[in-house]
T-cell receptor, first 111, second 116 residues
Framework: GESVGLHLPTLSVQEGDNSIINCAYSNSASDYFIWYKQESGKGPQFIIDIRSNMDKRQGQRVTVLLNKTVKHLSLQIAATQPGDSAVYFCAEKRSRGKLIFGQGTELSVKP | GAVVSQHPSWVICKSGTSVKIECRSLDFQATTMFWYRQFPKQSLMLMATSNEGSKATYEQGVEKDKFLINHASLTLSTLTVTSAHPEDSSFYIC????????????FGPGTRLTVL
């Protein structure tokens, strides 16, 4: 497999603050990216996606930014809530539908 | 989106035994499903692509004789961990792809395998 097997970095934020989670991807030919949220003991849940012909996409309380020049994605969560505490993964879609996941970041929201 | 289930949600087995994990697409006919493995505090690692009616495609480093995949219908893929050992203990997750070339994959809830 290609996903990185390192231990998760953590981000701790205060409830109500904005969170920014970063991700680097490896394949400059990838043209579709997804952010997933994974709660403990559960499968990943879709948050937001972006195609490579865009550099920004907004959802409800979330924004994804794509910088193709440096192969970097970020996920911004506005007004972070305790329910946002989870592990967040970016994923790039490769040929034949394969998803390659990034390292992941554990978000901890302090009340 | 597609609704995906897995069974069992957790399983404990003795070393040397085989374990079968089912992945079902409940509301979508999936020609392609994917199997991932996730160790604690790590990312998801793609193991194989399950293709309905044909052989699975395994990622580099994944032993196809150890992780048997069968995708006999458009709603069911199974992963059998043969002769399981403690190092196979992990969280196994399947996903369904709509196959349109875009759009997110939909993930099952995962199966926690513990090999004693």
């Amino acid at each position: 497999g290609e996903s990185v097997g390192l231990h998760l970095p953590t981000l701790s934020v205060q409830e109500g603050d904005n969170s920014i989670i970063n991700c680097a991807y490896s394949n400059s030919a990838s043209d579709y990216f997804i952010w997933y949220k994974q709660e403990s003991g559960k499968g990943p849940q879709f948050i937001i996606d972006i195609r490579s012909n865009m550099d920004k996409r907004q959802g409800q309380r979330v924004t994804v930014l794509l910088n193709k020049t440096v192969k970097h994605l970020s996920l911004q969560i506005a007004a972070t809530q305790p329910g946002d505490s989870a592990v967040y993964f970016c994923a790039e879609k490769r040929s034949r539908g394969k998803l390659i996941f990034g390292q992941g970041t554990e978000l901890s929201v302090k009340p | 989106g597609a609704v995906v289930s897995q069974h069992p949600s957790w399983v404990i087995c003795k070393s040397g035994t085989s374990v079968k994990i089912e992945c079902r697409s409940l509301d979508f006919q999936a020609t392609t499903m994917f199997w991932y493995r996730q160790f604690p505090k790590q990312s998801l690692m793609l193991m194989a692509t399950s293709n309905e009616g044909s052989k699975a495609t395994y990622e580099q480093g994944v032993e196809k004789d150890k992780f048997l995949i069968n995708h006999a219908s458009l709603t069911l893929s199974t992963l059998t961990v043969t002769s399981a050992h403690p190092e196979d203990s992990s969280f196994y997750i399947c996903s369904v792809d709509h196959g349109t070339g875009e759009g997110e994959q939909f993930f099952g809830p995962g199966t926690r395998l513990t090999v004693l």
